[in-house]
């Protein structure tokens, strides 16, 4: 009797534990995405919609606030927002932007939305190109489209370079809805709030991070300048951090698809920071500072969709001036250096004037003394000095030094 009561218990209590196992649904996630699209953003959506698929959520909900991005990023996120088979909603927070790349987004997205004092558009290619632009605005109409968004106006985002507050984004049928907060956006969609926030695994926050142009221009500065510290200074750990950060920094420029002519301009700045080693005040850093930077602003030039904001021209500033300071005080250290005397370099010696402490004879040797040591001279012309005279040195013999009587 107790075994049967206790398998009639078991037999109830094992489904619940198994649904206690199982990953709750009906569940909306939430990706968040404040900065440039690059290729980490990219592969952080996509690990969403593979969990939210894997969950049998209800939906997937993009905060988006953005500038702009790369095009080949934005076209991965289009792509993946398409072939998911979880909707995909995009919602703007209040006082964001969706500029550029971020129009693009949005206007693919399922449900779009945007918070109070929030902007769209603004999608015209920079530097302006007519194949491209022409190629960007079809996609933009093609998109809002089949979305049931007015397409007019969204391929006025390009050709006009046209932006939106949201109030005047739901009127004209870009957006669906205007809501004060992401819960009530959720709420307007019928979806259930709050949405669970996922964040990137370890590897995606690295290429998010190495994938952002600033960034990676500024692991290579960093990377080179730590190298070249440690160059100067062989400590063994200066080279080793120094040439792993400038390595993701070139490893972030290849993941975002930089143009040869920029790559090949940030490596020959990096090399141009080394030869520092060699020569200069601190100009060859700086110059080659200065040459990254130009590469960075070719990065900005060739991106389509991608601009420079105000702050990456402060930071590009801020990293120059300091390489040139690095410069000139890996300079001064180098300067210091040859004052400092080696043992068993006589060199340094000639210039220097002495006193005879025992007389030089004619075609022979004596005893002078320079400075605080007695050394072994002859005669630069072969005549005798006398002992008290003040001789200086103009040259060094082996271990003797040759002198010659003080002008």
């Known amino acids: 009797m107790t075994k049967s009561l206790a398998l009639a218990l078991l037999l109830l209590l094992t489904p619940a534990a ?13 990706v968040t995405v404040d900065g440039t699209i690059t290729q980490g953003v990219a592969d952080y959506i996509r690990e969403a919609l593979d969990y939210a698929e894997s969950v049998d959520a209800t939906g997937v909900v993009i905060s988006l606030n953005t500038n702009g991005g790369f095009l080949e990023a934005t076209q991965d996120i289009v792509l993946a927002i398409r072939e998911s088979e979880v909707p995909v909603a995009v919602y703007v927070p209040p006082g964001g932007r969706a500029f550029s790349a971020g129009s693009i987004i949005l206007m693919a997205a399922d449900h779009a939305g945007m918070g109070p004092g929030s902007a769209v558009g603004a999608a015209e290619p920079r530097p302006y190109d007519e194949k491209v632009a022409n190629a960007v605005a079809s996609w933009l109409r093609s998109l809002a489209k089949s979305a049931g968004r007015n397409a007019t106006a969204a391929e006025a985002f390009v050709t006009e370079n046209l932006a939106l507050s949201a109030e005047e984004a739901l009127q004209l049928g870009v957006i669906e809805h205007v809501a004060d907060s992401l819960d009530e956006f959720l709420v307007e969609i019928g979806w259930p709030a709050p949405a669970e926030e996922v964040r ?154 002495g006193v005879v402490k025992r007389a030089i004879e004619s075609r022979g040797e004596g005893v002078v003394l320079v400075g605080s040591e007695l050394w072994t001279a002859m005669s630069e012309s072969g005549e005798g000095i006398g002992e008290g005279e003040a001789v200086e040195v103009v040259g060094v013999e082996g271990f003797k030094l040759v002198v010659r009587r003080a002008r």
């Open 18 to 30: 198994v649904a206690a196992l199982e990953p709750a649904r009906g569940v909306v996630v939430r």
């Open 200 to 353: 990137p695994s370890p590897r995606t926050s690295i290429v998010i991070l190495i994938t952002e142009p600033l960034h990676a221009w500024a692991l290579v500065i960093l990377g080179g300048l730590l190298l070249l510290a440690g160059l100067s200074h062989p400590t063994f750990v200066m080279e080793g951090v120094g040439t792993g950060i400038l390595v993701l920094g070139l490893a972030g420029m290849g993941l975002m698809g930089v143009g040869l002519a920029a790559a090949a301009l940030m490596l020959a700045g990096v090399v141009t920071m080394f030869l520092e080693l060699k020569t200069g005040h601190g100009v060859l850093a700086l110059t080659g500072a200065a040459m990254t930077a130009i590469g960075l602003m070719m990065v900005y030039r060739s991106s389509p969709l991608l601009s420079a904001g105000a702050g990456v021209g402060t930071a590009v500033a801020g990293a120059v001036v300091a390489s040139g300071i690095v410069g000139f005080y890996l300079y001064k250290i180098r300067e210091t250096l040859r004052l400092k005397r080696v043992w068993g370099d006589l060199s340094e010696l000639v210039g220097r004037r």
